[in-house]
């Protein structure tokens, strides 16, 4: 079974600051893919980024861009520039390659950019 | 990227009755949908997934009767709370497969009284 794991519940960043969110992955399959996908008050989720797993290069979307470390199962969220429209909860989710694109959920960090 | 549109928003319903919530793909077509619940401050938990012409695949512990999925073409999927209760209240989401990626609709607030 696929796990997704965020340790961090709750982070807040001064605005246009930097700030990273972990999420940590187990999984025994080889070719995958990950996501953060953001969810602001109003809930609608909104994809934030997405890395293949058979890319070593590190995914980048403007002020968003991923730390992907393939041998510890680790793929981090880094934020850059923090505006007040980034607060919202952001959740990590991992999804098989070609087994009908279930996804695997953490259980979110909520960020909140302080002005 | 792809829009998916859900329906409605929010309802509020009394005890015992039945809602129905729509998702559809609004500019592609989706054989494979997806519902979620997801509880305040919580992830988001798969309930089932909506295949086109087929049954839908229910997760372990989500009631089948309780929860009707019908996914009768391949733009819409609808879920059923049949003999709703004021524990069914929550937020249900609705994604559509995308190539090797779900679109997401706004979801719907469900208030049973």
């Known amino acids: 079974a696929q796990t997704v794991t965020q340790s961090q519940p709750e982070m807040s960043v001064q605005e246009a600051e930097t700030v990273t969110l972990s999420c940590t992955y187990d999984t025994s399959e080889n070719n995958y893919y990950l996501f953060w996908y953001k969810q602001p008050p109003s809930r609608q989720m909104i994809l934030v980024i997405r890395q293949e797993a058979y890319k070593q290069q590190n995914a980048t979307e403007n002020r968003f861009s991923v730390n992907f470390q393939k041998a510890a199962k680790s793929f981090s969220l880094k934020i850059s520039d923090s505006q007040l429209g980034d607060t919202a909860m952001y959740f990590c989710?991992?999804?098989?390659?070609?087994?009908?694109?279930?996804?695997?959920f953490g259980t979110g960090t909520s960020l909140t950019v302080i002005p | 990227g792809a829009v998916v549109s859900q329906h409605p928003s929010r309802v509020i319903c009394k005890s015992g009755t039945s809602v129905k919530i729509e998702c559809r793909s609004l500019?592609?077509?989706?054989?494979?949908m997806f519902w979620y619940r997801q509880f305040p401050k919580q992830s988001l938990m798969l309930m089932a997934t909506?295949?086109?012409?087929?049954?839908?695949?229910?997760e372990q512990g989500v009631e089948k009767d309780k929860f009707l999925i019908n996914h009768a073409s391949l733009t819409l999927s609808t879920l059923t709370v049949t003999s709703a209760h004021p524990e069914d209240s929550s937020f249900y989401i609705c994604?559509?497969?995308?190539?090797?990626?779900?679109?997401f609709g706004a979801g719907t607030r469900l208030s049973v009284l």
């Open positions: 994604s559509a497969r995308g190539t090797n990626i779900q679109y």
């Open positions: 989710a991992f999804m098989k390659s070609n087994t009908g694109n279930q996804f695997y």
């Open positions: 909506s295949n086109e012409g087929s049954k839908a695949t229910y």
């Open positions: 500019d592609f077509q989706a054989t494979t």
